[in-house]
């Protein structure tokens, strides 16, 4: 499949409304930009509203937790398979690049882009299945990452970060597509406060929030870009299957391919409009691609037998003893120490203390902070003689599978 391109009229249009700046200008700017504290420090010329949310999330104390929080493939040492600390970057490099072809404001599209993530649980998915059940048979309320990321920075760690940003986090829910997206008007934080609650109370609310900005359009459906033909590719360089088994449709069958024919075709149906769109045939390729790497991939991944069986387990004896540290006041325990109180030290203004709160509340916060290697540790520390282990695929599984293989068949061909 070839790599599309811009129509030829689309490509001049762009061109010439460029350099007259005629074109319909829809982004959010930095002087629209809400913040729950308006005392905050003034906006300046060479640092805007939503560059200064960047920075925040950056140097934010959990950022640095993307680097060992799985994306798909659990307990598989690879470092050439997707972290989730490249999925965001690539998220915010594709958002970027349709951004720019639709004059939107690109700080905000990578605010939201580098904190969508953040809350997300150790183990991908399927932490974030285990710890939502966990939470829910406790609370009845529910755990969804992306809600969870507006939480850790805007709850657990005061940034005070824009009320666009923080919306374009807790509504980029990249696991729904659509074949276009509209800004959902919201003007306050009392509105946000409102949504969230809905999405912890309601099943499936979660999914339903969508952003309050084409910026946030921009980086939902990039998060679906971005992983799209990424986990074909990881799946491919694990040799989970061969990479001719995926279909090759007008979309294209390498990652490279999909990025391209996706962004083009988001950029002619959406220059101009006061949405975000693909056109059918695409936008029925990304469901019909969707639904072969959930066949393909994620229903077969190779550790998730292991996630099922050990993690899980693992992560909800952590919960409890967790939840009953908390309760009887444990003041050596892991969540007071690693967590409480590290989050406390931050210096960031508080109202209140942080860990006052609903004990499930701190518990979930904790174990959705963990990276996955913490998690196992961390088990390994509560409860060090438990029979329940991980092992991890190595690097050289299939050299040694190779040599155990040669060794067997040259002993059963040496002379007796």
Known sequence: MAKEQLSEIL???????????????QSCHDAMAIRRHAGDQADQVWRPSFSKDIDRILYSPYYNRYTDKTQVFSLTKNDDITR????????????RTIGRALNLNLDLIEAIALGHDIGHTP???????YL??????????????NIHSARVLDKIFPLNLTLQTLSGIAGHNGEIELAEYHPVPMDSFEEFEAELEKAYTIPGYANKIQPNTLEGNVVRISDIIAYLGKDRQDAASIQMVDDRQFSDSIIGSVNSEI????????????????????????????????????????ANEPGRVILNRVVKPMMQEIYEQLLDDLIQDKQNSPILLHHVDYVNQTRYPREIRYGKGEPNGIVVDYIASMTDDYLIDLHRYLFPNSNYYV??????NDLYEQRNRLSGQLTMDAPV
Do not use: W
Request: some cysteine.
């Open 11 to 25: 490509s001049a249009l762009m061109a010439q409304e460029k350099a007259n700046r005629t074109y319909t200008d």
């Open 84 to 95: 989730r600390s490249l999925h965001v970057q690539l998220v915010s490099r594709i958002a």
């Open 123 to 129: 183990f991908a998915h399927c932490g974030e299945v």
């Open 132 to 145: 939502n059940e966990l939470y829910n048979s406790h609370t009845g309320r529910f755990f969804n990452h």
């Open 259 to 298: 990025i391209n024919n996706l962004v083009v075709n988001i950029i002619e149906n959406s220059y101009g409009h006061p949405y975000i769109k693909l056109d059918e045939e695409h936008f029925k390729a990304v469901q019909s691609y969707k639904k072969e790497n959930y066949a393909m991939i994620y």
């Open 391 to 396: 092992e991890y695929t190595g690097y050289f």
